[in-house]
C-alpha cells in the first residue's frame, strides 16, 4: 500500500494560521503575565487582524483549490475574509471600553473573536461540505461562549443555552442532510462534483430534495430566516452588546457565504425547487421581521428582529441566482457590517455601564444633549432603513434590481414595500433623539478613543461606498467569476 501526501501551500491558508497563532499568544501570555495585566491581549488580537488583511490583500487574483480540493483558493473567499477581519476588527474596539466598565476585561474573548473569525473564513472557503460543517462548530463553539461571558448575569446565561440547545439542532440538520446527500450522489460531497453526480442520480431525486431542505433549515438557522429565528431577539437582548453586534455582522456574513456557495454550485439542477422554498421564506423573514420590530422598545431586540428583515433581503439575492444577485450579497453583507456596528458603537455608549440605557425612549432628547452621538445614529438608522445616500440604500437597489433581472417582480415589489414598513421603527428613533424632551438625565458621555475611531470609521465608510459604490462593485464582480453558472 502507497500512502500518497497531497501537496499543498500553506500561503493559501495564511489569514487561518496567522489568526490561530495570535489567538494562542493571547492565552499565553495572559497565562505568563501578572495577574490583572491584560492590555497586551487586544493589541495582539488588532496585530493579527492586520497581518492576516495584508495576507489577504497578497492573495488577492489567486485560483484554485488547495488541500487535496478541500479549501477554495479564490476572490469570492477573499472579499469575505476582508468583511470578517473588518468586523472582528472594529468589535475589538468597541468592546475595549465596554468589557472595562464590566469589569470583564478577559484575554480569552478576544482569543475567542479570532478562533470564531478562523471558523468564518473556513465555511466561505470550503470546497467540501465537511470543511463547511467544521467552520460552522469552530465559529459556533466560540460565540456560544462569548454569549455566555457575564456569568452572574441570568439574561447571558440564558442567551448562551438557548443559542447553544438550538445550536445544536441546526447542526443536526445540517449533517443529517449531507449524509442523505453524500448517498443520492453516490459518495461524494465536493461541492464541484455534486452538480454532475446528481444529474445523474434521478432515481434518487427524493433523497435529494429532502437533503436540500434539511441544508436550508440549517443554514437557514445561522442567517436567522423565519421559521428558524425564534433564538435570535432573546439571544441578542441578552448577549454582552459587543458579542451581539459582533454575532449580527459576522455570524450572518459567513453563513450567508457559506450559503450562496453550496447552492449556487452545488445545486444548479435543483435550482427551480430550492428557489421556490426560498422565495416562501424571503417574504416570511423580511416581513415578520419587520412588523414585529415596530413593536419592540429596547434597541437591541429592535436590532435584532432588524437583522432578521435584513435577513430576508439577503436571501432574495441568492434567490436571484444570477451575477448581480451575487454581487448584491457580498455588497449588501459589507454595507451590514459597517452599519449595524455602528448602531451597536452608539447603543454601547448610550447604554453606559452594565447597559443602563437600553430602552428606545431613553433615546429621547439625545440630539440636544449629545448631538454627534444623536447624528452617528440618525444616520446608522438611514443606512439601515436604505435611504440614499448611504450604503444601505445602494445594496437593497442592487438586491431588488438582481431580483428584477431574474424576473422575480412580485418578489422585488413586497421587498421594497417592506423597506418602507422598516422606515417607520427606524426614523422613531431619529425622532425621539431630535423632536421629544429628555427622558432620561444621560449626563456627560466618555468618548473612549477606541469607540470613537469605531464610529468614524463606520460613518465614513456608510457613506463613502453608498456615495462611490463602484470600486466594491468591482471587487464583487470580479469575485463571483468563480460562479460560471450564473448568468
Not at 111 to 137: Q, R
Not at 178 to 195: E, H, I, Q, V, W
Not at 244 to 255: Q, R
Not at 341 to 359: M, N, P, Q, T
Amino acid at each position: 500500500m502507497t500512502l500518497t501526501i497531497p501537496t499543498f501551500s500553506l500561503e493559501s491558508i495564511g489569514p487561518w494560521i496567522t489568526l490561530s497563532v495570535f489567538a494562542i499568544a493571547i492565552l499565553l501570555t495572559d497565562a505568563l503575565s501578572p495577574k490583572g495585566n491584560r492590555t497586551a491581549a487586544p493589541v495582539l488580537a488588532l496585530v493579527g487582524l492586520a497581518v492576516a488583511g495584508f495576507q489577504t490583500v497578497s492573495l488577492w487574483g489567486k485560483t484554485g483549490m488547495d488541500f487535496a480540493r478541500m479549501v477554495y483558493v479564490d476572490n469570492f473567499s477573499f472579499f469575505f475574509y476582508i468583511v470578517f477581519i473588518l468586523g472582528t476588527g472594529l468589535t475589538v474596539l468597541l468592546s475595549l471600553q465596554y468589557l472595562k466598565d464590566y469589569g470583564k476585561n478577559l484575554a480569552e474573548y478576544y482569543a475567542l473573536l479570532l478562533f470564531a473569525t478562523v471558523g468564518m473564513m473556513l465555511m466561505a472557503s470550503g470546497s467540501h461540505l465537511i470543511m463547511i460543517f467544521l467552520g460552522i462548530e469552530v465559529m459556533s463553539i466560540a460565540v456560544y461562549v462569548l454569549a455566555g461571558l457575564f456569568r452572574e448575569d441570568a439574561r447571558s446565561n440564558e442567551a448562551a443555552l438557548k443559542y447553544l440547545l438550538l445550536g445544536a439542532f441546526a447542526s443536526a440538520f445540517l449533517l443529517f442532510g449531507m449524509a442523505m446527500l453524500y448517498g443520492a450522489s453516490g459518495g461524494t460531497l465536493f461541492l464541484n462534483d455534486l452538480p454532475a453526480r446528481l444529474a445523474g442520480a434521478e432515481t434518487f431525486k427524493p433523497l435529494t430534495l429532502l437533503a436540500v431542505a434539511l441544508l436550508i433549515v440549517g443554514f437557514g438557522f445561522k442567517v436567522a430566516s423565519v421559521p428558524f429565528h425564534m433564538w435570535t431577539p432573546d439571544v441578542y437582548e441578552g448577549a454582552p452588546t459587543s458579542v451581539t453586534a459582533f454575532m449580527a455582522v459576522g455570524v450572518k456574513a459567513a453563513a450567508f457565504a457559506a450559503f450562496a456557495r453550496v447552492f449556487f454550485l452545488a445545486f444548479p439542477v435543483l435550482q427551480p425547487d430550492w428557489q421556490m422554498v426560498l422565495w416562501v421564506l424571503a417574504v416570511a423573514t423580511m416581513t415578520l421581521g419587520n412588523i414585529v420590530a415596530i413593536a419592540q422598545t429596547n434597541i437591541k431586540r429592535m436590532l435584532a428582529y432588524s437583522s432578521i428583515a435584513h435577513a430576508g433581503y439577503l436571501l432574495v439575492a441568492i434567490i436571484a441566482a444570477n451575477q448581480l444577485g451575487a454581487v448584491s450579497l457580498m455588497y449588501y453583507l459589507l454595507a451590514y457590517t459597517l452599519m449595524n456596528l455602528g448602531a451597536f458603537g452608539v447603543v454601547i455608549l448610550v447604554g453606559r455601564k452594565k447597559d443602563s440605557y437600553l430602552s428606545i425612549y431613553d433615546y429621547s432628547g439625545l440630539g440636544f444633549q449629545h448631538p454627534v452621538l444623536a447624528a452617528s445614529m440618525a444616520l446608522f438608522m438611514f443606512a439601515l432603513a436604505g435611504i440614499p445616500p448611504t450604503a444601505g440604500f445602494v445594496g437593497k437597489f442592487y438586491v431588488f434590481s438582481a431580483a428584477v433581472q431574474a424576473g422575480y417582480i412580485w418578489l422585488a415589489i413586497i421587498g421594497v414595500m417592506n423597506s418602507v414598513v422598516s422606515v417607520y421603527y427606524y426614523l422613531r428613533i431619529t425622532v425621539l433623539m431630535y423632536m421629544k424632551p429628555a427622558e432620561a438625565d444621560l449626563g456627560p458621555v466618555s468618548f473612549a478613543p477606541a469607540v470613537t475611531a469605531t464610529l468614524a470609521l463606520t460613518a465614513l465608510g456608510v457613506l463613502l461606498i453608498g456615495v462611490f459604490p463602484g470600486f466594491i462593485y468591482d471587487l464583487a464582480m470580479n469575485s463571483v467569476k468563480v460562479f460560471p453558472g450564473l448568468l
